[in-house]
């Protein structure tokens, strides 16, 4: 929960109305109440926003005319980008600690930082190094030599192939395979052989992978994302 005056302080945003008044939740225009913040994108939502009942509403200088009577307003440049901060700032993601779960398989020659969190039922392999602030989620598998760079966060049901490099920031969502080999194969008179695959993926930093996402490692060269 925080006051307007807080949120108006950290967005930098020009407060209209009552700083001491607390919002809690972010919410639609039209679905927005008491303690709910909402904001507006687009002119074609005005006749929302002067029938709102949210506490206090996100909104551009063009649009501060249509609000309605009693609605306290954070002015922005960019309403979009500052529904995106607070929406953060009021939804922290849990904080599960540091350490390793009793259900992890944990390989004696892998690398995981102190402040890491290995959930239940994860296998970290050998060699595989696990950043600073990483949180590696239920059920996920990080392979031979690849690398979780720091404050990545594996959601549950990861697959990260083995010699994979993965930046720092990383958001990765349930059920991603990462450094699986590709759809490489050579014919021999009908008959097919597999074509190994050399490459390893190299993810950036910063970067969040949707959901079932997979991403192949390379025939020879490296995946770059």
Request: net charge negative; hydrophobic share 45%; with cysteine.
């Amino acid at each position: 929960m925080f006051t307007l005056a807080e949120l108006a302080e950290r967005l930098g945003a020009r407060l209209l109305g009552e700083g001491e008044r607390r919002v809690s939740r972010v919410a639609t225009l039209t679905s927005a109440g008491e303690g709910d913040i909402a904001f507006i994108t687009n002119k074609r939502y005005r006749s929302q926003l002067a029938q709102t009942r949210a506490t206090a509403v996100l909104l551009s200088e063009a649009d501060i005319e249509f609000a309605g009577e009693g609605v306290h307003a954070l002015v922005v440049d960019d309403p979009h980008l500052a529904y995106a901060r607070v929406a953060a700032w009021l939804n922290p993601e849990p904080d599960e600690g540091s350490g390793v779960h009793p259900s992890a398989v944990v390989d004696a020659a892998a690398e995981v930082h102190a402040s890491a969190w290995i959930g239940p039922q994860c296998v970290i392999e050998a060699g595989a190094v696990i950043g600073a602030d990483c949180r590696i989620g239920p059920g996920c598998v990080v392979g031979r030599g690849a690398v979780i760079g720091e404050g990545g966060r594996l959601v549950a049901n990861v697959t990260i192939c083995r010699d994979s490099r993965i930046g720092k920031r990383a958001m990765i969502h349930p059920g991603v395979v990462i450094g699986a080999d590709g759809f490489g194969f050579a014919n021999d008179k009908g008959e097919w052989v597999k074509i190994p695959q050399l490459g390893r993926v190299l993810i950036g930093d910063d970067v969040d992978i949707g959901a079932n996402t997979t991403i192949d490692r390379g025939a020879i060269e490296d995946t770059v994302i």
